[in-house]
């Protein structure tokens, strides 16, 4: 391919899209998407080669990195052997692929139901809790995504609930959030505390008896990052116990490596009665998420039928991919090295932006899930305005870095297999646009 060929596809990839392309959550006239034509590892590029260091994973999604050939092959073998099989048939590489995801899940985690990405996960989900508890209410957190369907959308606590208002039983409460806490809180401790009061609470006006499940994510993710102060799943956890509510994990953006471990919640000691997976779990190669289902709940529908199937439910490429990746995720160390870079590397150098620049409110994070929360004035932690955080964007892309900008916040979320080198390379663009933002405070 020539030099101008190469041009003329990048252009030809930016018009088509711009003509007939019809894209999520946006106003479809500002859009100004960024052309790519490949990728390998940590790197993406467009047709002309232009090159861009991935520090969004795609929607935090590519853990494994980009192209990881055994997966690539892994899915290539597959198509060649058989593409579609329906749901309701024995099939050797989707059992391997939920074997090898209850092998990774907690104790007394054994089935999983799959889906064909998040939203649906957290769908099924819900449903199994009211059909397991025989109640209908569901609490989920303000400042969470849980994906774009029916109960999914509904349950989702920030301004995209907005226009789904048909659902029933659906009950926000806040989480906690030291940097705009809504507790007054000035500790973590306080902060845990009374987030744990303020749930508690809100079960007792609803009626325990009433509640099928309380669903959060782990670490709420597009919401910025939230990593939960010590204690906080944890109580939550036995104030689920207390009243027989089903405790959901969504796991999609959180799960299979971004934070350093395979599930975010083992670090803060909890075992959840439903976990949603997506994403990482095969980085997103082929669509597909799931429901890892605890065995008491299994149980339910041992006799009773679960009224729930998708035709797509565990697809032989998506399964391929999954076993390839779990498989390459474990023998390749990828996990640990999430939570090496993210505790040697990553989170210092953020810490030592944070401290350098007035704009940075906080920083906060763990393994390679971190965000950079941007501030217009310090003191009133008033965030950086959406005009300067398009700038923000633009600058980092123009440096070669594709960011993961959500609200007033860079999300720096590489794959993880992330190296020291990349973090170096991110670190001085980061410093560098918040640099040219730090003026105007
Ligand atoms: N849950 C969480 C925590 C997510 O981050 C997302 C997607 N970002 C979803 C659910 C929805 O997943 P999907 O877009 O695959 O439906």
């Known amino acids: 391919m020539d030099h101008d060929a190469t041009l003329d596809l990048d252009a030809r990839a930016y018009a088509l899209d711009r003509a007939h392309v019809f894209h999520s959550w946006s106003a479809q006239g500002a859009l100004d998407p960024v052309v790519i034509a490949g990728g390998s590892g940590t790197r993406v590029w467009d047709h002309a080669g232009r090159?861009?260091?991935?520090?969004?994973?795609?929607?935090?999604?590519?853990?494994?990195?980009h192209q990881h050939p055994?997966?690539?092959?892994a899915i290539v073998e597959q198509a060649q052997q058989l593409t579609t099989i329906s749901p309701p048939t024995a099939h050797l590489v989707r059992g391997e692929a939920a074997r090898r995801i209850a092998a990774v899940a907690p104790d007394g985690m054994d089935k999983v139901f799959f889906t064909n990405g998040g939203a649906d996960a957290v769908e099924n989900a819900i449903r199994m809790a009211r059909l397991h508890t025989g109640r209908d209410k569901v609490l989920s957190r303000y400042r969470s995504y849980h994906g774009n369907t029916g109960a999914a959308i509904v349950a989702t606590g920030d301004w995209r609930r907005v226009p789904n208002e048909f659902a029933r039983g659906h009950v926000h409460f806040f989480g906690p959030?030291?940097?705009?806490?809504?507790?007054?809180?000035?500790?973590?401790?306080?902060?845990?505390?009374?987030?744990?009061?303020?749930l508690r609470r809100m079960i007792e006006v609803e009626g325990p008896a009433s509640i099928a499940a309380v669903l959060l994510e782990s670490i709420p993710g597009t919401a910025g990052v939230l990593v939960p102060p010590p204690g906080y799943l944890a109580g939550v956890r036995e104030v689920c116990d207390q009243h027989g509510i089903v405790l959901i994990l969504d796991e999609v953006m959180a799960g299979f490596g971004r934070t350093g471990d395979w599930f975010a919640h083992t670090a803060h000691g909890v075992v959840p009665?439903?976990?949603?997976f997506a994403k990482g779990v095969n980085s997103g190669y082929v669509p597909v998420g799931g429901v890892i289902i605890s065995d008491a709940i299994a149980a339910t529908?041992?006799?009773?039928?679960?009224?729930?199937?998708?035709?797509?439910?565990?697809?032989?490429?998506?399964m391929a991919s999954i076993v390839a990746s779990i498989?390459?995720?474990?023998?390749?160390?990828?996990?640990?090295?999430a939570a090496t870079i993210g505790r040697d590397v990553l989170g210092p150098a953020l810490q030592d932006l944070a401290e350098?620049?007035?704009?940075?409110?906080?920083?906060?994070?763990?393994?390679?899930?971190?965000?950079?929360e941007l501030v217009a004035d310090p003191q009133t932690r008033a965030p950086l305005p959406a005009a300067a955080m398009g700038t923000v964007k633009?600058?980092?892309?123009?440096?070669?870095?594709?960011?993961?900008?959500?609200?007033?916040?860079?999300?720096?979320?590489?794959?993880?297999?992330?190296?020291?080198?990349?973090?170096?390379?991110?670190?001085?663009?980061?410093?560098?646009?918040?640099?040219l933002v730090d003026p105007s405070l």
């Open 70 to 73: 055994a997966v690539v092959q």
């Open 327 to 337: 498989d390459a995720m474990t023998a390749e160390g990828i996990v640990e090295n």
């Open 273 to 276: 009665d439903l976990i949603t």
């Open 51 to 65: 090159e861009y260091l991935d520090f969004s994973s795609q929607l935090v999604n590519v853990n494994i990195g």
């Open 356 to 372: 350098r620049h007035p704009s940075v409110g906080e920083v906060r994070g763990v393994g390679v899930f971190w965000a950079i």
């Open 177 to 198: 959030y030291l940097y705009r806490s809504e507790f007054w809180a000035e500790t973590p401790e306080q902060e845990c505390e009374r987030a744990l009061q303020h």
């Open 394 to 435: 633009a600058e980092l892309v123009k440096r070669g870095l594709l960011p993961f900008i959500v609200d007033n916040r860079i999300h720096a979320v590489p794959p993880c297999v992330v190296t020291r080198d990349d973090v170096a390379e991110a670190v001085t663009i980061y410093d560098e646009v918040l640099s």
């Open 301 to 318: 529908f041992d006799e009773r039928v679960f009224p729930g199937g998708l035709t797509y439910s565990g697809h032989p490429l998506a």
